[in-house]
């Protein structure tokens, strides 16, 4: 009976992992926009092209690999049109993100009918998804907890692995810290002569790449088929994950990680018969209630002060002559 | 006026530039532009019931335009239009089949129980938006899915009609919005929603709410210094454009199928939120916008018919006209420096 439970863990674990993988790639590509200083609401419909296209490339050409790259392309091509609007045009980086979400939306559906003649969904149709990777060893190194570190498809380990890269991105590379001062202090950069329109390209590029791989994941990972709007509000959710971390890639992770949870809960507790409506909201009601509960960077002066005084408080208790505050990074 | 004139062919050229791109998008479906588009006009305005249709079509994204003028205005993103359609909707037809009043009186409770369920809607975004900044774009879309599972949700597990298929019962005749046509399901709800569009733009233009409402919207710091309490008038703000996009819901549901159902009205609050930026805010430009959008999902029932292309190519079109309206904003600004300071930038 124990060992049933902790394989029922092992199994939500796994689930959870597998959820989060998409979710954390869109947002940790919507990190290089927001530490660039730009509010990028189009992730979701880069994610829902790139998601479409890899379908595309995948039954095109009879690989898993190509379909990525043509997924990334679209999703890169995405990117571009939004990177030329807010940054060269300087347009409302809202409405264009809405209607670039509209626009993947519509096209993928019109072209759908279009190249497969059929609405609501593309299925077979010699679709190839993308191989498990197998981790050679990971079987006999944890046995039955195998499966928490092997058998994955390749962008789950592409997702986890951006995570320590980005942050040794914006901390040790040059490219990295251009894009945090072009989003933190715009006038530091033009005064150190940085061009903020291109780093701000390269930041929207970058997030475009990220995107696709997520919307491929979607299509090609864990079930190879495309349905209409199939990103359903993810890039929505990794938005608001943003908007709390900050765009940290630590931070990221951690609410991505929140999503995996209750994306692979909810699907759990389907199976035990609550109304699947009120179970589908979850991940949704999750975001929003992240979103409430942690916009304190924006808190009112009286609540912010009375938190800082109590950490002040409590952090002078442990350590007495510690200078906290200092230690902290920025 | 030349200002206003020069805006007014800065949207028509970025129509024409999105009909342009979107021919070309149709060559690349397989289907001819001309054709595409005569089918699409000819669904719109083909005869009497065309145009009856076309204005059934408009009536929901004209209320909801209004919704989205409202916000723009008070300097609000509400992007939860849809959301809040689908809870009036659904709140209209709970107080239709389930509270016998008399005729007339019914009608009017369902409509403000509808306005009501659009407003507590965006009640809990609005609070976060006010009080702790929290964005309202982003809470606003997650709010729309989370309504559109909640009201299936409510119709399918609690009030089901016996033997139907997600659905509400349907309303009692009592709460009908009236037919203005014999041929059409047209209804009352497009006077409701004209009258709307005039005295939301009476109301900016000449009240002393409407305009501190829009000087929060085009300059918070100006308002705030002038006195203006910001946070209070943006909550109302979005409250009111909830509460308007609640009515649209109370008016499809009263005025066209006497019932809720779901996905009932599939983005209308959207297409309202597009055609209230191509108006620029203007709850009277909406008019118009929304009947030209109200024209393209009108032809596109028939160009599914017609046709190899999908009806989401207005879709295309649609996005592709914010896309250009918002980028020929730098052309105009380069023409001339004032012309920059704008509400909201585009």
């Known amino acids: 009976m124990e060992i049933l439970a902790n394989l029922v863990n092992v199994a939500l674990i796994v689930a959870m992992l597998r959820t989060t993988a998409p979710i954390l790639l869109v947002a940790l590509g919507g990190s290089f926009t927001t530490k660039a200083g730009i509010f990028n609401i189009g ?83 010699g679709i190839v998804g993308l191989p498990k990777v197998q981790i050679p060893g990971a079987k006999a190194l944890l046995g039955s907890w195998a499966p928490l570190i092997s058998g994955y498809t390749p962008m789950v380990y592409v997702a986890f692995l951006a995570v320590p890269l980005l942050i040794l991105f914006y901390k040790r590379t040059r490219l990295g810290l251009y894009i945090r001062v072009v989003g933190e202090k715009p006038e530091a950069a033009e005064a150190l002569g940085i061009s903020i329109t291109r780093i701000r390209y390269i930041a929207s590029l970058l997030c475009g790449l990220l995107a696709g791989l997520a919307g491929a994941h979607l299509s090609l990972g864990y079930i190879t088929m495309f349905t209409e709007n199939m990103s359903s509000g993810r ?22 990680l929140l999503f995996g949870f209750a994306d692979a809960f909810s699907l759990r507790l389907q199976t035990f018969g609550f109304p699947s409506y009120l179970i589908l909201a979850v991940p949704y009601l999750v975001a929003l209630a992240a979103l409430f509960a942690l916009s304190y960077r924006s808190r009112p002066k009286i609540i912010r002060e009375t938190v800082e005084t109590m950490r002040r408080l409590l952090a002078a208790e442990k350590t007495p002559a510690a200078e906290p505050e200092k230690t902290l990074p920025r | 006026m030349s200002d206003r004139l020069r805006a007014f062919y800065g949207q028509v050229v970025a129509v024409a530039v999105a009909l342009a791109i979107g021919a070309i998008i149709i060559l690349m479906v397989d289907e001819s532009p001309a054709k595409v588009f005569v089918t699409l006009v000819r669904g719109a305005f083909g005869d009497q019931a065309k145009i009856a249709g076309t204005l059934l079509q408009t009536t929901p994204i004209l209320i909801c335009g209004v919704a989205a003028c409202v916000g723009l205005r ?7 239009i849809e959301g809040q359609l689908f809870l009036g909707g659904f709140a209209a037809a709970l107080v239709g089949f389930a509270l016998p009043l008399p005729s007339g009186l019914h009608m009017i409770v369902a409509l403000v129980v509808a306005v009501l369920a659009g407003a507590a809607w965006v009640s809990i975004p609005a609070y976060f938006r006010t009080r702790y900044n929290t964005n309202e774009v982003v809470s606003t879309i997650l709010s729309n899915y989370v309504a559109v599972l909640l009201t299936s949700y409510f119709t399918i ?8 298929w997600s659905e509400t019962p349907p309303i009692l005749p009592s709460a009908y919005l009236p037919e203005i046509f014999s041929f059409s399901r047209l209804n009352w709800g497009l006077v409701v929603g004209l009258v709307l569009a005039v005295a939301v733009a009476w109301l900016f233009r000449h009240t002393a709410r409407g305009y501190s409402a829009s000087m929060v919207g085009s300059a918070p710091k100006f308002a705030e210094y002038g006195g203006i309490d910001v946070k209070r008038q943006g909550f109302i703000v979005l409250l009111a454009s909830g509460a308007i996009g609640g009515l649209a819901g109370g008016v499809e549901t009263l005025g ?52 190899n292309a999908s009806r989401e190519i207005i879709t295309v079109i649609q996005a592709l006209i914010i896309l250009s309206v918002s980028a020929q904003v730098l052309m105009k600004r380069r023409g001339d420096s004032t012309a920059g300071e704008r509400r909201w930038k585009f």
């Open chain 1, 235 to 256: 890039g929505f959710m990794a938005v608001a994950i943003l908007i709390f971390s900050n765009g940290d890639p630590f931070k990221v992770l951690a609410g991505c």
């Open chain 2, 256 to 307: 066209v199928h006497h019932r809720f159902m779901e996905g009932f009205a599939p983005g209308f609050g959207f297409d309202g939120l597009i055609a209230a930026l191509l108006a620029n805010g203007s709850p009277i430009g909406t008019i118009f916008t929304a009947l030209f959008f109200g024209a393209l999902r009108s032809g596109s029932l028939l160009l599914e018919v017609d046709t």
């Open chain 1, 43 to 125: 992730l979701e419909g880069q994610m829902l092209v790139g998601a479409f296209f890899a379908v595309l490339g995948s039954i095109w050409s009879g690989s898993a690999f190509v379909g990525v790259v043509c997924g990334v392309a679209a999703a890169l091509v995405f990117a571009l049109i939004f990177a030329v609007l807010v940054v060269s045009f300087r347009a409302n980086e809202v409405v264009v993100g809405l209607a670039l979400n509209i626009l993947a939306g519509g096209m993928t559906i019109s072209m759908m009918k279009a190249i497969f003649g059929t609405r609501g969904s593309i299925v077979g149709q």
């Open chain 2, 157 to 164: 597990f609690l009030f089901k009609r016996p033997g139907g």
């Open chain 2, 74 to 80: 008070g300097g609000m993103f509400n992007v939860g």
